[in-house]
């Protein structure tokens, strides 16, 4: 796969919900009642992040969910995407880029939704083939004001802003001509999931899907 085959395809996965959903699970055992009351709350495109050792257990059991489309997020190394794509993940998600790990993605067939902050960034993903990405720091980049700036020499790119993104704010970055859609953890807090308060996430992700 070519890097404008694979960053069409993570356009389209992205292009399923307004919210990305950022997981971290320290129990895998929390991964499919997650995953099913995030689907049923409306945002079926999930991105674990490879951050856990709960992690590649986790994309395994929310594979099953019907509905779900799961992904990989925090992909750093080629042995990350080779793990991801093993244990069953549709995409992957990078909070910066380098060619190797481009590469890696393009070998293993793993659309890739890679990491940008300023323009140069964007600029050469953009040479590679990349018109959507993720923009990461978002909040600490200059949050919306800077993706507009962005977007006014360069509005081929879509963003999909994460990192300081939360209810509050989703609308500011959903407004913008170069963002269809935004990540975050919001709608999975870590309490939650320890509670076990299922419902609560769907009514969380139901939120955030508007
Ligand atoms: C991440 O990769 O951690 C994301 O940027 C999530 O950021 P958030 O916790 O601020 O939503």
Same mark, same amino acid.
């Given at each position: 796969m070519i890097p404008q085959d694979q960053s069409k395809a993570a356009r389209d996965i992205a292009g399923r919900a307004r919210v990305i959903p950022v997981l971290v699970l +320290? +129990?895998? =055992?929390h991964a499919r009642p997650l995953a099913e009351a995030l689907v049923a709350g409306g945002l079926p495109a999930l991105e674990v992040t490879l951050r856990t050792p709960a992690a590649l257990d986790s994309i395994r059991a929310m594979s /099953?969910? /019907? =509905?779900g489309i799961v992904g990989a997020g925090t992909l750093l190394t080629p042995d990350d995407v080779r793990a991801a794509k093993a244990a069953g993940a549709r995409f992957g998600v990078s909070p910066g880029a380098t060619e190797t790990l481009v590469q890696a993605c393009i070998d293993e067939d793993l659309p890739l939704l890679p990491g940008a902050a300023t323009a140069t960034e964007a600029m050469a993903l953009l040479e590679m083939g990349f018109d959507m990405m993720k923009f990461f720091p978002a909040e600490a980049s200059g949050g919306a004001p800077a993706l507009k700036a962005i977007g006014a020499p360069i509005p081929q790119i879509s963003f999909c802003p994460t990192g300081g993104v939360s209810l509050a704010n989703m609308a500011d970055y959903l407004s913008l001509s170069n963002v269809s859609v935004v990540g975050g953890s919001w709608v999975a807090p870590k309490d939650k999931m320890v509670a076990g308060d299922w419902a609560g996430i769907e009514s969380l992700a139901r939120e955030a899907r508007g």
């Open positions: +320290d +129990d895998a =055992g /099953e969910v /019907e =509905g």
